[in-house]
């Protein structure tokens, strides 16, 4: 294979759709491959450019990845405040948030990463951008909880968006195994049910946790 012949990108709107574009190839890697395997180098081959290109705008893969996951959010948070526009009940209000998720694959995967990789690979000042962004989302797919069951709080929604994630980045990685795992769980009967469904299961798993949230904010629990 042929490297591309290096051209540096000097206007601004150059420097950007250079930047789009590396962000773009480390999404499409990302969402085929999953986050952990990919290169540096491998995104500078699908963004059709040296390696060498790539770090003037990003200094590691992790800057790349945690860029993604910032937008991530922000999508995510669009997607819920789309879903839940008035009062609803929580099997239906868990069934939206894990749909949202799961048309989401690679923000899944790369939830978790965030924490455990990512932010430790970057500046500190990518990091405060990072959890602002993050905080933003936060704040509006708490918003949008609130409005679809109004006897929650910012806290509690707070909360459950905490839930929610930490069980979505979990169960996308035993949802999604790789081949060698898949073929286990397809071959043993014992670990069989290690295969489930990402969507329903999560769907059901926030069910529970905001049926319990409702009978405890109306004194049942």
């Known amino acids: 294979m042929t490297t591309p012949p290096f051209l540096r990108a000097r206007s601004p709107e150059h420097k950007e759709r250079r930047r789009q574009d590396i962000l773009r190839a480390a999404a499409e890697l990302g969402r085929r491959d999953g986050v952990r395997p ?31 996951t910032a937008e991530g959010w922000q999508d995510w948070a669009d997607a819920v ?10 099997r239906t209000v868990a069934t939206a948030l894990a749909a949202t998720l799961g048309d989401r694959p690679l923000f899944c995967d790369l939830l978790g990463h965030a924490q455990l990789n990512l932010e430790r690979g970057v500046t500190r000042q990518q990091v405060r951008d990072f959890k602002v962004t993050t905080l933003d989302a936060v704040d509006r797919v708490a918003r949008a ?17 905490a839930a929610t994630t930490a069980m979505a980045a979990q169960q996308w990685q035993t949802s999604n195994p790789p081949e060698t795992l898949a073929r286990l769980y397809a071959e043993d009967p014992l670990l069989a049910h290690m295969a489930s469904e990402f969507v329903p299961r999560l769907a059901r798993l926030v ?9 405890t904010s109306r004194g049942e629990a």
Do not use: C
């Not at 540096?40 to 705008?57: C, F, Q």
């Not at 405040?81 to 929580?90: N, Q």
């Open 38 to 68: 990919v290169t540096l180098t491998d995104i500078a081959a699908g963004a059709g450019v040296h390696k060498s290109a790539v770090l003037r705008y990003f200094a590691s893969r992790e800057a790349v990845f945690l860029l993604l």
């Open 81 to 90: 405040g789309e879903a839940l526009r008035g009062p609803e009940d929580p």
């Open 145 to 161: 909880l609130t409005t679809a069951l109004p006897w929650m709080d910012r806290g509690q929604a707070v909360d459950m968006i």
């Open 207 to 215: 069910t529970l946790l905001l049926t319990g949230a409702s009978a």
